[in-house]
């Protein structure tokens, strides 16, 4: 049975601490799903196309990786695709807590596990909230995000 | 290469918290050393010999899982034994801090990643430190220990 | 003069973490009131009158244990009931931070103490967020729900 | 049958937080016994015998609530002397997760529940590990401590 | 060159946690500009002029101390008033962990460095959002603001 | 009035993550003395002398800063140097909870007042504790300490 697991996030955009993670999990897996969440309750800055571009040309040499658009319960997405991994990183002791209850959650009702990183140090301060901030108010954000946004922004 | 992962910890003694983080990672792993951190300055309720044979006993159904006594900073362990990887159980923030900065620097030092598992909700109470407790108390401990050590307080 | 405690929430729905924390309670008080603070700025999944109906269901077989809907300041609706203490259930650290401020508040002002009780290590993941996202999702929340909301689904 | 709670510690020596936990909790039970714990192993500053005195003085007032040495595990000595409850101020986050821990261990050995009380903002910075540094710099502790403590000191 | 320090925040209403640690900071520098962040995105209960003229009347008596409105990054309002420092209080650990990440990110972006305060024990449970509650169920929030808020809510 | 700041430690031995806090403190004050606390209870890895030469070493180009040795409280330390403020660097939530409460405790006592500096992201894992582990089994601390001690190691 291949070993499959699935990396979930809404990715508005993907920064370099999201790739970090995936980078360092796919030697573990046969293969990783990055799983786009699309919420339509929540609004994004970004659009779900422009959001699965980025992330596929990131990870364009990883033939292991690929990226899927999904609706509804991180685990019922587990289901369909075969996934019996999680794998998320941690910054703080918040994303901690609020990580805890879903992985426990996931685990009771499917079955499927939570595997956990610890963020780099340099890149704990990054988020796609403080991303997005930044390109709010027209700043850089070429320090946290990988090169094909950076060229995106470059245009 | 085989993906080999280091558990360490100084199991003093195992419980059966640290027996489901072992049994939950096994299958993503060619080879599993559990190590037996023996700290000279540091006092122990039970001997090292004692703690191994519980080890052995408790993981004698899987040949892919050992157990080793070692000295020094388990990151030089890990290279000794070729192991790519640390596995960790995680049951609270303060948990969380502690384990941070060693994971940090382990991956810092030697290139060693460790990948943490959420506690089970129903084990996150467990601690060698509250089994020591009741054992110093001639309580009994036979909830938040595995069947080996179970067997030992029974006789 | 008769104890009275307050639980209050918003109960969107009542989970068996709720319902814990009252029975523990019930033998401590002469009464109990569920307090459903219904706030006209945030949206339920439920109605009122669904919410207090299971909560009423639930406790049925509890003398001392009413449920009330109430609006305004918690504290106010204490000195309008009469009760001299709060109730409530700690999972986590960022629920004592969060609670702690709201207590040291509800003391300060009007002197009404609150009693914590840490929530039971099983029922630690349930919240009623998450029941919400599961049913949202069709999912089945019964592992999380009381007996009159199970037989409400089953329906 | 009478609701009786153990309020145990060290109490080396008794400060104005652990009187205001104490006072706040008597309304709630019949009978309140602070468990002064006594472990050979931890060396303290005061006697057992000097640190008995100064709570029998400070709780002269309250015919409810009586101090007693104890030994061995909180637990049985709750069973010991018909405690169903026990009672614990919390401080900060890491007094939360401490305190967790056991409070679920002591409800699933025995059935004892725990009530938290939140303590005061302004007493919060306060602990006998800060009262002891000052006594043992010749520093004033009267800030800190209760009465009977003050008039030793001022001796 | 002038050490010039910024104090930003949204002051929905400003509290007497918030003079506090601007009348702490106010002795090492030459000048302290309080910068109330107004964001179109977000509701705020008063308006920016009403907010502005509080905090105004509050500081008369501080000639280093001023009040201006700004909009976007803050640490790009910090250039453009030469501000090298951002003051801020922290009274919990989760506001630690938010406040660490921007203080980061303040200061890999443009140098600019934060300087935290810890907030005084009895004012810790104060905050813009408790006092915003208690004026919206017509309270009394005398006991959390400054002077010149009081006077306001006693004509 | 000179503004002198004390940086409290036992610095066993100083790492960056210290330097790099006094070098950020130092243009917001007329004089930092590093205080190297020595406590006769606890053993160190290093001599008092060792260290104080290691922290001369560093700072030999900054004249605003000097290193002393003291003994007792740290708040009696700052009176008799002519401190009114204390500098801290914060890594942590833990560390945060630890040092808010002395803070509090020393603006209470004496009106010194704490100022907080957050460590660097690529800092945060550096302890004293890490390079005294490093140190004991051998291993190589260069990438966590200050140029003095490099030295005095490739010796």
New interface residues.
């Given amino acids: 049975m291949p ?1 499959i697991a699935l990396f979930p996030g809404s990715f508005d955009p993907i920064t370099i601490g999201h790739v970090d993670i995936v980078r ?1 999990a796919a ?2 897996f046969d293969s990783i799903v990055i799983g786009l969440g699309s919420n339509s309750q929540k609004s994004s800055l970004f659009t779900v196309e422009q959001r699965l571009e980025w992330i596929r040309e990131e990870f364009s040499d990883l033939k292991s990786v690929r990226v899927e658009e999904y609706q ?2 991180t685990v ?1 997405f587990c289901k369909q695709i075969g996934a019996s ?1 999680i794998i998320r990183g ?1 910054r ?3 994303d ?2 609020y ?3 879903i ?3 996931n ?3 499917e079955g499927v ?6 963020t ?6 990054i ?1 796609s909230t ?1 991303v997005r ?2 390109i709010r ?3 850089d954000p070429s ?1 946290f995000v990988p090169d094909s946004i950076k060229r995106y922004f470059k245009k």
Same sequence: chains 1, 2, 3, 4, 5, 6.
């Avoid at 596990?113 to 610890?118: G, V």
């Avoid at 780099?120 to 301060?125: H, I, K, Q, Y």
């Fill in positions: 070993k360092r030697p573990l509804g319960l019922n991994y941690l703080s002791a918040p901690f807590e990580e805890k209850n992985a426990q959650f685990k009771a009702m596990d939570t595997l956990f990183f610890m780099e140090p340099a890149l704990s301060p988020s403080i901030d930044i108010n027209q700043g320090a």
